[in-house]
């Protein structure tokens, strides 16, 4: 692949398909587009490159934010004051840790808000995106990351936020105990922190991120821009896209989401429509869609996707659901890593609390 340089409709089509894959989660799309198209404005180079465009022994980081999404009707701490200042603060202070350049940015998750931030960051320091992620979805945890699959510590990490106050990790004792350093501290910042992690090579990260995950999204968006441009449904165009299942349809008629130890948790509750009438449907937050029941059976749970667009096909992101809207769920495979014991062990139901097995959703709608 040669190196892609992102234009207008790209980046609408980015954010549009990682809002989708971001699962309820994933941050702010609204925020995500506004920041790339001010890029694009201000003649910044958006680009996205693959492992094989660049040198396999240059560095690559992750860049994202990390804290809770507002509940609905709640409004996001603004992370554009100081935005550039604190985000280059921080790669300054890692490659002085490193004592090398860093020559690449590449995603935490994808979604609408953290994918448009890695490229934000990128663009400033005039380096590429790497194309692929940690998840091949969003997630609410640091745990849920193939670096921590593949046993590669996150590092140094410089975790700041947007006034100023900058916090090192120099080591953690395991995974869980960073996902509590890193989230206590976004509380502790008012909600959000900005965090650069994972320095690794590009030749480390060919093999431990899920590839080619920034384009898949891009190409997601695609089919549901032209779609809409041709007032068609893109519905079974995106269910091929992404062999994935429409499993339930219907009016979101309550939820009980609020903001708990820096995570956005609680449940929303789905009442069918059309061929689901008189059925229902609902979904565990955190942060992201995590388990789903049809009818009071576990239908799916994560590592696998519970996508959920409204009727306008744009993805719904869980601090904008609202009461009365017609949402579609949408199921799809986790990549395949998420699915090895190791996988279902770090993004699987137990791991989150229940006393279920995960079981592959594909399986669980049958039933």
Not at 59 to 76: D, M, N, R, T
Not at 82 to 90: F, I, P, S, V, Y
Not at 260 to 270: A, R, W
Not at 277 to 305: C, H, M, Y
Request: glycine share 10%; hydrophobic share 40%; proline share 4%.
């Amino acid at each position: 692949m040669m190196v892609k340089v992102l234009k207008e409709e790209d980046v609408k089509n980015l954010v549009t398909g990682a809002t989708i894959l971001g699962t309820g989660g994933g941050g702010d799309p609204e925020d995500g587009l506004k920041i790339l198209m001010d890029d694009l404005k201000a003649d910044r180079i958006l680009s996205l490159a693959d492992a094989s465009d660049l040198n396999p022994e240059s560095l690559v980081v992750c860049a994202y934010f990390c804290g809770s999404i507002p509940p609905p009707g709640g409004k996001a701490q603004s992370r554009r004051l100081r935005l550039n200042q604190e985000m280059l603060k921080a790669f300054r202070l890692l490659e002085k840790r490193k004592r090398r350049k860093v020559s690449a940015v590449i995603p935490t998750e994808i979604g609408g808000g953290n994918t448009a931030v890695a490229f934000h960051l990128a663009s400033i320091l005039k380096v590429p995106v790497l194309d692929g992620d940690q998840v091949g979805r969003a997630a609410p945890e640091l745990n849920q990351s193939t670096y921590i699959i593949y046993g590669v510590k996150a590092t140094p990490s410089i975790i700041t936020d947007l006034w100023g106050n900058i916090v090192i990790v120099e080591d953690y004792t395991d995974i869980s105990s960073y996902e509590s350093i890193a989230r206590n501290l976004a509380v502790t910042f008012g909600g959000s922190a900005f965090i650069l992690d994972s320095p690794v090579t590009i030749a480390q990260a060919s093999k431990i991120a899920i590839k080619n995950t920034v384009s898949k999204a891009i190409d997601l968006g695609k089919i549901v821009n032209d779609a809409k441009k041709r007032r068609e449904n893109p519905l079974d165009a995106v269910l091929r896209f992404l062999d994935g299942f429409k499993i339930f349809k219907g009016i979101i008629k309550n939820h009980s989401l609020k903001v708990d130890g820096g995570f956005l948790m609680g449940y929303v509750e789905i009442e069918g429509a059309e061929e689901w009438s008189g059925q229902n449907f609902k979904i565990w937050v955190k942060n992201e869609n995590i388990v789903g029941w049809r009818n009071g059976k576990v239908a799916i749970t994560a590592p696998d996707l519970i996508c959920m667009v409204d009727k306008n096909f744009n993805g719904v992101t869980n601090s904008e659901i609202k009461i009365g809207m017609e949402v579609s769920i949408i199921g799809v495979k986790a990549p395949a890593i998420w699915r090895t014991p190791k996988g279902i062990e770090l993004f699987g139901p137990r791991h989150f609390g229940f006393d279920f097995d995960y079981v592959p959703f594909e399986e669980l709608i049958k039933g």
